[in-house]
């Protein structure tokens, strides 16, 4: 019997995710997290990647600074629709 070496693949960055509209636009603020800005550069929220075994799907988050901590406006399949979540909370 032979000891096997399990190793593990570095998490790969998603590219950014394309948005239809031109009102807001994403920043990078982790691999898989990005800021939602308006034109202005006024943060709206962050738009986060999830692995979901039907796919990938878009969560919205704002942070809480209070305590530090993402709250969850909603999980999306598409990140028009979290970005339009943030948009209109």
Known sequence: MSDSLTTYLP???YATPRLSSA???????A???????DRT???L????????PLGLRYR???LHLAT??????GEFWRPDDAVAALRYS
């Open 41 to 43: 550069e006024r943060v």
């Open 68 to 73: 530090g901590t993402f709250r969850i406006v």
């Open 23 to 29: 009102r807001e636009h994403l920043v990078r603020a």
């Open 45 to 52: 929220g962050h738009l986060r990647i999830v692995a979901d």
């Open 31 to 37: 691999d898989h997290l990005w800021r939602v800005q």
């Open 60 to 62: 919205a988050e704002r």
């Open 11 to 13: 998490e790969v960055p």
